[in-house]
């Protein structure tokens, strides 16, 4: 499974492509950071950061993108850039057909450390060690870029299981209402 | 001036063109509203929402577009799908070329009542006078949208003379720094 992470934001936007499955050893395929310049209006910033997604979906053909879910208590000054920002990263992954999931900040922190409260420090060590890097990936929004992706291909697993479940249970009803009418 | 605005939701996006200067008689050359379903993933319904202001944008290339300014401070449920909405109608615009413009709803109400406190039913009570409808445009976001383009109108002489003030500022400081090198 390849996955682009986005944590999503007007200024920097961190994105990541890693690529593998849950249990076994993972790869990064690219890691970087669209920016785009503070004194430009936003509508501007917004074209900036679809070009620079545009640009890592054509380069790395991911078959999912996960963005980290914002939310709108968080700090009232930035979380506006950081909504538009997200949208513009779903909607450009919605145009191609790819699947988008979002996954919260303490889910990833969850995922990659054990703890959903993990600081940067930590989550930036181990998706340094999870992805065999020489050195935590620079700036922040980068490294927390992998820990989205490497969240979502170890909770993929579950989230299938779970679809598959209810698919399951689906089914079994249906043939239990078909049983009833017959 | 041909203006159009957009009253941002994920739910209805309020859309209306208006074309006229300040100080003579308006003119509605369009209302509706972009709606998407409620039951579709984020990612879906923003490539909704940009598909319909695309289609505005063919149909009446407005010189300008006007979008309500949202703050994060308002309704924390809403606000999220209103700022992706907004993020969506920016980028739709600038990727054109055409200049957005950002007005708070209290200068909206303002503009068209007279009071930034007015409630819905005096806002649409103006538009359907200053446009001379037959009602109120229905739902409230069409009204709401035809407003913002008003508002654009009746602020961009003010905003204009503004510019030419800084410009003509500019120009004499320049010639000054001159005068003074020569």
Redesign the interface.
């Known amino acids: 499974m390849r996955v682009l992470g986005v944590d999503p934001g007007l200024t920097r936007c961190g994105v990541g492509v890693v690529e593998g499955v849950a249990g076994r050893p993972l790869t990064m395929l690219g890691v970087g950071v669209v920016r785009t310049p503070a004194d430009a209006?936003?509508?501007?910033r917004?074209?900036a950061v679809?070009r620079g997604i545009e640009e890592w979906l054509d380069t790395h053909r991911p078959e999912v993108v996960a963005v980290e879910r914002?939310f709108?208590?968080h700090n009232?000054r930035t979380?506006?850039g950081t909504?538009?920002?997200?949208?513009?990263a779903?909607?450009c992954?919605?145009?191609r057909g790819i699947p988008?999931v979002?996954h919260t900040p303490s889910e990833v922190k969850a995922a990659v450390t054990g703890s959903g409260r993990a600081d940067k420090a930590q989550v930036g060590a181990m998706v340094t060690r999870l992805l065999r890097l020489d050195a935590p990936p620079k700036p922040a929004d980068a490294a927390d870029a992998l820990a989205l992706a490497i969240c979502h291909i170890w909770r993929a697993p579950a989230q299938n299981r779970l679809q598959q479940a209810v698919a399951a249970h689906r089914a079994h009803h249906a043939r239990a209402m078909k049983g009833r009418t017959a």
Chains 1, 2 share one sequence.
């Open positions: 209006d936003t509508g501007h917004l074209v679809e914002v709108s208590q009232v979380v506006m909504a538009q920002a997200s949208a513009v779903m909607l992954a919605s145009r988008v979002l």
